[in-house]
């Protein structure tokens, strides 16, 4: 993959790692560039947490070269954690600590002045609408306020890249949105995002580009308009049948629109004409329970791609 700029901020080049005879990442190459959003979308272990600790040098690679902010992870690991903001997948904030002083605590490990990183700590908890909550305790956060917390913790340090592991997962959609706000603006302001995620829509939202792993590989990288260019049609309509009465995709549904998919509870037809589809459809007196036409997405290249979806 072309990178936007000429010193890429992380550059992987046939990048492995195996646990005993397991291959948990095979192979793989890609570049980020400065102020890029760059995500990773799959399955759940399609490989993307673990090439994020590679890539966060919290696991060494098994095989491959690998440079981040143009040091080896192997030799200057410290130096590029120094760098670096994280969000986990999983919290791991500190109950006994306020939320002010989850930062400034955190701010301590870096070396950062203790009122400096406490100065620094209320201009992000400003940033993530977190100033009211400054003396209050972790677990009287919601879920959201907490991922928020974990977000400004990341940049207690003003790090050149963030990593950002699953950021909205098991969010309600509300406080997905308010997350991606805060990290489009982070973007906005040039600050490199590297990202896993297996919704679609996230990826959509906050990618600049992205690669598609499964299996241990990448399968596909690009845009998501281009990947969606690419491999499905404009759009596609999604029927639902009673069970035990779905048409036969080589009988009555053979010629709708450009491709047919039948899922364990739908089929999905993709064409470049939804309300023609759906009027071949009733023509041929099929009567779905339900019918939308929605236009082609990332769930839809992946399903193309690898014969499933997204989530397994």
């Known amino acids: ?5 000429e010193q890429p901020m992380i550059e992987a080049t046939e990048l492995r790692k195996r646990f005993g005879r397991r291959t948990a990442v095979d192979g793989i190459s890609f570049a980020v560039g400065r102020g890029e959003s760059f995500g990773f979308l799959g399955p759940n272990g399609a490989g993307k947490t673990t090439t994020m600790r590679m890539i966060s040098c919290v696991s060494p690679r098994t095989g491959g070269t690998l440079r981040l902010l143009g040091m080896d992870p192997d030799a200057d ?35 950062i002045p203790w009122r400096v990183a406490r100065s620094k700590a209320m201009e992000l908890l400003e940033f993530v609408d ?32 963030i990593i ?18 805060r990290l489009y603006e982070l973007k906005q302001r040039g600050v490199t995002l590297v990202l896993t995620t ?3 829509d996230e990826a959509e939202q906050l990618c600049d580009r992205l690669v598609i792993m499964d299996s241990a590989h990448i399968i596909a990288d690009g845009s998501p308009t281009e990947l969606i260019r690419e ?33 364990l509870d739908h089929v999905l037809v993709y064409t470049d004409d939804g309300e023609a589809a759906c ?34």
């Not at 670096?84 to 930062?103: W, Y």
């Not at 499905?232 to 450009?258: H, I, M, N, T, Y």
């Not at 007196?285 to 014969?307: A, H, I, K, Y």
């Open 1 to 5: 993959m072309t990178p936007r700029t």
């Open 77 to 111: 690991g410290a130096a590029i954690r120094a760098r670096l903001g994280i969000v986990p997948q999983q919290d791991a904030l500190d109950r006994e600590l306020t939320v002010l002083e989850n930062l400034v605590i955190y701010g301590r490990y870096f070396d």
């Open 130 to 161: 977190l100033a009211d909550r400054t003396g209050e305790a972790v677990d009287g956060l919601s879920g959201g306020m907490k991922r928020r917390l974990v977000i400004a913790r990341a940049l207690i340090n003003d790090p050149d890249v």
């Open 164 to 181: 950002l592991d699953e950021p909205t997962t098991g969010l309600d959609p509300y406080a997905r949105h308010v997350i991606w706000d």
């Open 198 to 200: 297996h919704a679609m």
């Open 231 to 263: 491999h499905v049609s404009a759009e596609v309509v999604e029927l639902r049948f009673p069970l035990g009465r779905r048409p036969d995709l080589d009988g009555q549904l053979k010629g709708v629109g450009e491709r047919v998919e039948q899922l």
């Open 279 to 312: 009027a071949d459809v009733e023509k041929r007196g099929l009567r779905p329970e339900s019918t939308v036409v929605r236009r082609g997405n990332l769930e839809d290249v992946f399903l193309r791609l690898t014969g499933h979806g997204l989530v397994r």
